[in-house]
């Protein structure tokens, strides 16, 4: 059974950092995807980055990149992301996914198959 625990969430200023994570177990943790996405209340969820496990590849959503860096620990069956010069638009709810063959459709949430609870970020100005 797949289980995502993501951690790391809370509440920062403008232009601050945080990083996420999330502890993955239950299955072959280096034949998947992971990847983050976020859903501010009244949005759809939002792909933010993604990677594929033991790969160089990494994915950003426009409105990140160059702010925040999807990075893995295999050893630790761990995936990061690092959030900088946060904005008051990054407030969501963010979650923790894994998949199999996402490749350039990364960022459809209906394509991959196993979520975290989620961990919420709230950003003040």
């Known amino acids: 059974q797949v289980q995502l625990v993501e951690s790391g969430g809370g509440s920062v200023q403008a232009g601050g950092s945080l990083r996420l994570s999330c502890a993955a177990s239950g299955y072959t943790y280096s034949t998947y995807w992971m990847g983050w996405f976020r859903q501010a209340p009244g949005k759809e969820r939002e792909g933010v980055a993604a990677?594929?496990?033991?790969?160089?590849?990494?994915y950003y959503a426009d409105s990140v990149k160059g702010r925040f860096t999807i990075s893995q620990d295999n050893a630790k069956n761990t995936l990061y992301l690092l959030l900088n010069s946060l904005k008051p638009e990054d407030t969501a709810m963010y979650y923790c996914?894994?998949?199999?063959?996402?490749?350039?459709?990364?960022?459809?949430?209906?394509?991959?198959?196993?979520w975290g609870q989620g961990t919420q970020l709230t950003v003040s100005s």
């Open positions: 996914a894994a998949g199999r063959q996402l490749y350039g459709n990364w960022f459809r949430a209906d394509l991959w198959t196993h």
């Open positions: 990677i594929k496990i033991g790969g160089s590849s990494t």
